[in-house]
């Protein structure tokens, strides 16, 4: 399995982002697919989820600014983040869930595949 992130960068508050996540070594259709990010701190922030079937969950913090998506003919999942803030600024990390059945969770333990992430930098 392998997840590769693209798209971060330095930005202005108010501006946008679209994060790209490409996905190799699985059924990319069929997984539980997510978007985490870590600022400073132990933990990885749940930030979007995306199901097989395409329902989606978000967390409170990006709700109405942020879509996850994704492309199944090009194994290719998507970030796109309107409106940033400064406290949007962190890491950005893709992340995959091989376990059945888990539903639409943004708890970083129930993901099991992780990309090397893509930094993230709002400016005010």
């Known amino acids: 399995v392998q997840l590769v992130e693209s798209g971060g960068g330095s930005v202005q508050a108010g501006g946008s982002l679209r994060l790209s996540c490409e996905a190799s070594?699985?059924?990319?259709?069929?997984?539980?697919m997510g978007w985490f990010r870590q600022a400073p701190g132990p933990r990885r922030e749940g930030v979007a989820a995306i199901d097989s079937d395409g329902s989606t969950r978000y967390a409170e913090s990006v709700m109405g600014r942020f879509t996850i998506s994704k492309d199944n003919a090009k194994n290719t999942l998507y970030l796109q983040m309107n409106s940033l803030k400064p406290e949007d600024t962190a890491m950005y990390y893709c992340?995959?869930?091989?376990?059945?059945?888990?539903?639409?969770?943004?708890?970083?333990?129930?993901?099991?595949?992780w990309g090397q992430g893509t930094q993230v930098t709002v400016s005010s």
């Open positions: 992340a995959a869930s091989s376990i059945r059945g888990v539903g639409l969770v943004l708890a970083e333990d129930w993901y099991n595949y």
């Open positions: 070594g699985f059924t990319f259709n069929r997984w539980l």
